[in-house]
C-alpha cells in the first residue's frame, strides 16, 4: 500500500474528468491535454520504450505518483538522468506496489519524457500553482 493519501489517483481522475487510462484520442481536461505531456506516440519521446511499454509506464505514473502528489512537479522537473536516478531512489521505498520491472519501466519513461533536453510542457496558472512549493 501506498504510504501517501493526498491525492488518490480516482480523486485526482475526477478533477480533471480523466479515466485513469489515458484513451489513444486526445484528452483534455481543464485546458490540459494530457495526450501531449504524457505523449507515447511512435513519434514522441519514447526513448528505450516502445509506444506500449510507455503506456503503460505513463499508466503507472498516473495510477501511482499521483496518490502522494499532482502530476505537475513531475512534468515540471526536466532533470537529468542522474538527477532523476537520485530522485526515485528516494521514491522507491514509497512504491512497494510496484515490481522491479515497472519501476525500471517508469525510471525509463520519465527520463524520456521529462529531461533537461526537452522545454517542460505549459500548464494553465492554476495547475502551475499545484507545483510550486512541493519537494519532488
Known sequence: MLR????SAGALASVFGLALLVPAAPVVAQGVDIGAIFNCDAGGPLGEQTPEQCSVSRDTLLGTCTTCHTFV???????????????????????????????????????????????????PPE???LGTGLPF
Do not use: M, Y
Not at 4 to 7: D, S, Y
Not at 82 to 90: C, H
Open 73 to 123: 512537479p513531475i512534468v515540471k522537473a526536466h532533470k537529468s538522468p542522474e538527477l532523476w536516478d537520485t530522485t526515485l531512489q528516494a521514491h522507491r521505498v514509497r512504491t512497494p506496489n510496484l515490481t522491479d520491472e515497472q519501476f525500471a519501466e517508469l525510471t525509463l519513461f520519465l527520463k524520456a519524457h521529462f529531461n533537461d533536453q526537452l522545454d517542460p510542457p505549459t500548464l
Open 127 to 129: 495547475l502551475e500553482a
Open 4 to 7: 501517501c493519501g493526498l491525492f
